[in-house]
């Protein structure tokens, strides 16, 4: 028999002996607090790898490159096409404003991707959550829904009788060219701006709801010039920036805002072009819903 001095003793258990109920464990609470610390903070809304120096790097190159391109367009029309005119009069030739526009995309575009994938070194389109949704007659029709009810509204705002964005219909073709840039590039790069780019650095930092409405206001002052200044277009376009931001924010698809955009555009411009009878004769109150 062994002893009670023998270590095995402890190991062999009684004929009659009861399961040991388990003894409780109580936590550290201080180290439950350490633990809670240092574990990471809610994920924020949106979380893009640039920031809000590149916003205003790709913003500063759009600028420059208005300046410059259209510059360089105006000197090169007025050499080869319009030797005869005045700078100012070929500034103001519909076809030359939308070369020198069409231009300003290139290294705008470039710049985006260059930035995307050569700095931070993640492919752009999912960087930039393109995300192509899957009801898109559903989103072109939001945008068509859009113009209607917005065009109501500009019957209630004091709309400017002559723009510089009307004189773009002037003449069939440029009324064609503009028609398919308004939904195509045109919408496209700006979304890819506005609320592709400057969007997720913004609601980032003030949340979903502010990055709606900063986004949206620069987008609407940026068509000042083309409608003489005036706050009535640039009003309804703020709206219009609004809701493409509402459907960024709650599908997470640029391509999804995009479509809204292009409804909106593509709309217009079908009405403009039946009204009309391909562009023929455009009168000024039809041009004035026109707004990209």
């Not at 009810?149 to 009307?166: A, I, R, S, Y």
């Amino acid at each position: 028999m062994s002893s009670p001095d023998n270590p095995q003793f402890e190991s062999r258990p009684l004929a009659n002996s009861q399961p040991q109920a388990p003894v409780p464990v109580v936590p550290d609470t201080f180290a439950s607090a350490n633990i809670a610390a240092v574990q990471p903070a809610t994920a924020p809304i949106e979380n893009p790898v640039w920031n809000g120096w590149d916003v205003l790097l790709i913003a500063g190159l759009t600028v420059v490159s208005m300046v410059v391109l259209q510059l360089a367009v105006l000197l090169a029309a007025h050499w080869l096409w319009y030797p005869r005119e005045s700078l100012a009069d070929v500034s103001k030739t519909p076809i030359i404003l939308i070369a020198s526009q069409i231009l300003i995309y290139i290294p705008v575009a470039a710049c985006m991707i260059a930035l995307v994938e050569g700095k931070y070194h993640v492919r752009f389109w999912q960087a930039i959550r393109w995300n192509w949704p899957r009801a898109e007659w559903r989103l072109l029709v939001l945008g068509a829904v859009m113009f209607f009810v917005l065009g109501l509204l500009q019957n209630l705002l004091p709309m400017p009788k002559d723009t510089p964005f009307e004189h773009l219909f002037d003449r069939p073709r440029d009324a064609y060219l503009l028609s398919i840039i308004a939904v195509t590039l045109g919408p496209l790069m700006e979304e890819l701006f506005f609320r592709g780019f400057m969007y997720p650095v913004l609601a980032r930092r003030m949340g979903a709801a502010w990055g709606v409405a900063l986004t949206a206001l620069p987008f609407g002052l940026i068509h000042l010039p083309q409608y003489g200044w005036a706050w009535g277009p640039a009003l309804v376009i703020f709206l219009v920036g609004v809701v493409c931001g509402v459907v960024r924010a709650i599908t997470r698809s640029v391509g999804a805002s995009f479509l809204v955009h292009a409804g909106f555009n593509g709309t217009q411009m079908l009405i403009a072009m039946v009204m009309t009878q391909g562009f023929r004769h455009m009168p000024k109150s039809l041009a004035q819903l026109c707004l990209r």
